[in-house]
């Protein structure tokens, strides 16, 4: 059975080009994953299809209405389905959140707008809730595609021959070593001798190497 995803939005063409394309676009065809966007509107249910009001307690900005969101989940839900609410002040998304969801059969994505969304959606409908990094996006659709991204490197046979292993920068908590390919010369840049040595116990060594270096040049935090 394929990986069942549904994304519940209000900018649903957000996602047009991203579905279709690369990996991701060849593991929907080849079912090992599906992915359907909804447009969060076809659940409200005025005739100017509100989907925000303005908070109680007042304040700045818009939140998302409780009733099309229910509505559109209850729909949408299955038996043990996973519903994530995409948001800044969730948890922060990791490689094996990642894998964990890779291995569900059936998640949906809430992306919320505005200032937020009622808290009874979060409290009623949401089993958890994931942040894509320290920055605030105008809408949760991208972090929605970004985790779905994420996702679908640790679904067996959709990374395919492009490669192999799942984790690669984060195994080990080191950042990747620098990569070259032909030409050997190239403007007047010359690929590093000991690549073009033959000698594999070197090579590894030099790329350990550089991958230290680049850690701790980038990413202090990761050798603590
Ligand atoms: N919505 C807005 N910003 C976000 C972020 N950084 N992660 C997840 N959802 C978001």
Redesign the pocket.
């Known amino acids: 059975m394929p990986l069942q995803i549904d994304v519940l939005t209000l900018f649903p063409r957000m996602l047009d080009g991203f579905l279709g394309e690369s990996i991701l676009g060849k593991g929907i065809e080849s079912q090992r994953l599906s992915v359907k966007v909804h447009d969060l509107r076809a659940w409200t249910t005025d005739k100017h299809k509100t989907a925000d009001d303005r908070p109680f307690g007042g304040g700045a900005g818009m939140v998302m209405k409780p009733d099309p969101v229910f509505a559109a989940i209850e729909q949408l839900q299955t038996p043990g389905c996973r519903r994530i609410y995409?948001?800044?002040d969730?948890v922060p998304l990791s490689p094996a959140i990642a894998e964990d969801l890779s291995k569900q059969q059936h998640i949906v994505f809430l992306s919320?707008h505005y200032e937020g969304i009622d808290q009874r959606i979060r409290d009623g409908v949401i089993d958890q809730e994931?942040?894509?990094?320290d920055?605030?996006?105008t809408?949760?659709t991208l972090?929605a595609a970004v985790v779905i991204d994420a996702l679908s490197r640790f679904i067996p046979g959709v990374l395919g021959e492009e490669k192999s292993l799942t984790h690669e920068s984060f195994t080990g908590k080191l950042l990747d070593f620098p990569q070259y390919t032909r030409p050997a010369e190239f403007r007047g840049m010359s690929v590093p001798d000991v690549l073009l040595s033959g000698n594999h116990a070197e090579i590894e060594k030099w790329r350990n190497a550089k991958r230290l270096e680049k850690t701790r040049l980038v990413r202090p935090d990761l050798l603590k």
């Not at 994931?130 to 990094?133: F, H, Q, R, V």
């Open positions: 995409l948001t800044p969730g919320g994931l942040s894509i990094g920055y605030v996006l809408n949760g972090a």
